[in-house]
C-alpha cells in the first residue's frame, strides 16, 4: 500500500529562516503530489500541486516544492519564512484514479 | 472560505451513541471525501463519493458508513460511538472523480464523552 512519509512532525525556526519540509513516498509509479496548509483553527488548503512536466512547482505564500522521482520525494521550501507561516503542512499522494494518502503532518512553529 | 460547509461545527454525545455529520461541496463539485483528523493518527482518508456513487474507500470502520444525495450533499453516518472516534472530521469536494485540488470544510469537531 502506499506510504507517505513525513520525518519532521515538529520545526521550529526563527523569522527569515530557510524552510525544507520532507516528504517522501513509497509508490514507484506516476503520482500526483500536494502540499497543503493547515492554518491554526482552520481547514486545509492548498499550497501546491504536481501533476507533470516542471519538477519545480511553485506555490502559494512563496512556496516551492522539487519533485525528485529518483529520490521519491517532493520536499517542500521557503527561503524566508514569516510568523504567519506558522501552521501544519501535510504532503499527500495519489497514484491516477487511487485514494489520496497523507503524511502525518509536520508542524511549523514560527518564532518572531 | 473555501465554499464546501458542514454542520455542525462541534457535537458532544455518549458512547454507544450514533451521529450523524452533513457536508455540502462547492457548487459544481461532484465528488465529496471524508477524512477523519485525531491526534495519533493524523490524517485519515474515510471514503469518497462522486455523483452519488462511493468512489474509493480508506480507513473506514464498519460502524461508520456515508451516503451521497442527488442534490451531491453528503453525510457521514457514526454509529457504536466509542471515546476513541472522538477528532475532527473534514469533508473536501472537488470536480473530478479523480483525485485533483480538493477544498476541505471547516470540519466537524466530534466529542465522545
Known amino acids: 500500500a502506499q506510504s507517505v512519509s513525513q520525518h519532521n512532525h515538529h520545526v521550529i525556526l526563527s523569522e527569515a529562516a530557510s524552510l525544507e519540509l520532507g516528504c517522501n513516498y513509497s509508490y514507484g509509479g506516476t503520482v500526483n503530489l500536494f502540499w497543503y496548509v493547515q492554518y491554526p483553527g482552520q481547514h486545509l488548503q492548498l499550497l501546491l500541486k504536481?501533476?507533470?512536466?516542471?519538477?519545480l512547482v511553485k506555490g502559494i505564500k512563496g512556496f516551492e516544492a522539487e519533485f525528485i522521482k529518483s529520490k521519491f520525494s517532493f520536499n517542500l521550501r521557503k527561503p524566508s519564512v514569516q510568523w504567519s507561516d506558522t501552521a501544519e503542512y501535510f504532503c499527500a499522494v495519489t497514484q491516477g484514479y487511487q485514494k489520496v494518502t497523507f503524511g502525518t503532518g509536520t508542524k511549523l512553529q514560527v518564532i518572531p | 472560505d473555501s465554499g464546501v460547509t458542514q454542520t455542525p461545527k462541534h457535537l458532544i454525545t455518549a458512547t454507544g451513541q450514533r451521529v450523524t455529520l452533513r457536508c455540502s461541496p462547492r457548487s459544481g463539485d461532484l465528488s465529496v471525501y471524508w477524512y477523519q483528523q485525531s491526534l495519533d493518527q493524523g490524517l485519515q482518508f474515510l471514503i469518497q463519493?462522486?455523483?452519488?456513487?462511493?468512489?474509493a474507500k480508506g480507513n473506514i470502520l464498519e460502524r461508520f458508513s456515508a451516503q451521497q444525495f442527488p442534490d451531491l450533499h453528503s453525510e457521514l453516518n457514526l454509529s457504536s460511538l466509542e471515546l476513541g472516534d472522538s477528532a475532527l472530521y473534514f469533508c473536501?469536494?472537488?470536480?473530478?472523480?479523480?483525485?485533483?485540488?480538493?477544498?476541505f470544510g471547516p470540519g466537524t469537531r466530534l466529542t465522545v464523552l
Open positions: 463519493y462522486y455523483n452519488g456513487e462511493e468512489r
Open positions: 504536481y501533476f507533470s512536466g516542471d519538477p
Open positions: 473536501a469536494s472537488s470536480v473530478a472523480p479523480t483525485y485533483n485540488e480538493q477544498f
